[in-house]
């Protein structure tokens, strides 16, 4: 199973970014899909969530800010972000089934 991160970047708080992550070599549409981060020395964190019956969850730092999102016909999980801010500053990973994992897109949000 591979998994593909793409869309990071370096953008203005209060911009907009766009995760993708394609996944191939498994059944994409029997797991869940999910973003994590992980800031600069902390732990990594979910930050949604999206079930194989499309049911999302979110973590509270991004409610209201964040969609998660997912296109089985092309093996793929979305994280739109909007009014991005300084701490939304991470590395953030797309995985699947809380099992396999992708290899992390940066993203930073400059004040």
């Known amino acids: 199973v591979q998994l593909q991160a793409s869309g990071g970047g370096l953008v203005q708080a209060g911009g907009s970014l766009r995760l993708s992550c394609a996944a191939s070599?498994?059944?994409?549409?029997?797991?869940?899909g999910n973003w994590y981060r992980q800031a600069p020395g902390m732990q990594r964190e979910l930050v949604a969530t999206?079930?194989?019956?499309?049911?999302?969850i979110y973590a509270d730092s991004v409610k209201g800010r964040a969609t998660i999102s997912r296109d089985n016909t092309k093996n793929a999980v979305y994280l739109q972000m909007n009014s991005l801010k300084p701490e939304d500053t991470a590395v953030y990973y797309c995985?699947?089934?809380?099992?396999?994992w992708g290899q992390g897109t940066l993203v930073t949000v400059s004040s």
């Open positions: 999206i079930n194989s019956g499309g049911s999302t």
């Open positions: 995985n699947i089934g809380r099992k396999y």
């Open positions: 070599g498994t059944s994409f549409s029997v797991f869940s």
